[in-house]
Nanobody
């Protein structure tokens, strides 16, 4: 299973960005998918997740109401719509896939990871 994240960039505070994560190999519909991020000098943290069946989503408090996670089964792609971006959202964003776990914010529960895409929000 390979994950390819894209869509990052440099934007001003208050702007929007949409990240994408293309998944190849494996059975996309069997994976709970998540987004994590890592800012310089900080640990990688959970951002959002969507279950394998699309039935449930979960967000970190810091992004709730601003970010939306979604998935397209036909395109085998995961998305993260980010609105009202803040400088503190600056980080490398990683997509990840978890097999066998319905909902989890734990990095260790995710089996496959993308390479990351940089998001920089200027004030």
């Amino acid at each position: 299973v390979q994950l390819q994240a894209s869509g990052g960039g440099l934007v001003q505070a208050g702007s929007s960005l949409t990240l994408s994560c293309a998944v190849s190999g494996g059975t996309f519909s069997m994976y709970t998918m998540g987004w994590f991020r890592q800012a310089p000098g900080k640990e990688r943290e959970f951002v959002a997740q969507v279950t394998f069946d699309g039935g449930s989503t979960d967000y970190a408090d810091s992004v709730l109401g601003r970010f939306t996670i979604s998935r397209n089964y036909a395109k085998r792609t995961l998305y993260l719509q980010m609105n009202s971006l803040k400088p503190e959202d600056t980080a490398v964003y990683y997509c990840a896939a978890s097999y066998g776990v319905y909902l989890s914010r734990a990095r260790n529960d995710y089996d496959y990871w993308g390479q990351g895409t940089q998001v920089t929000v200027s004030s």
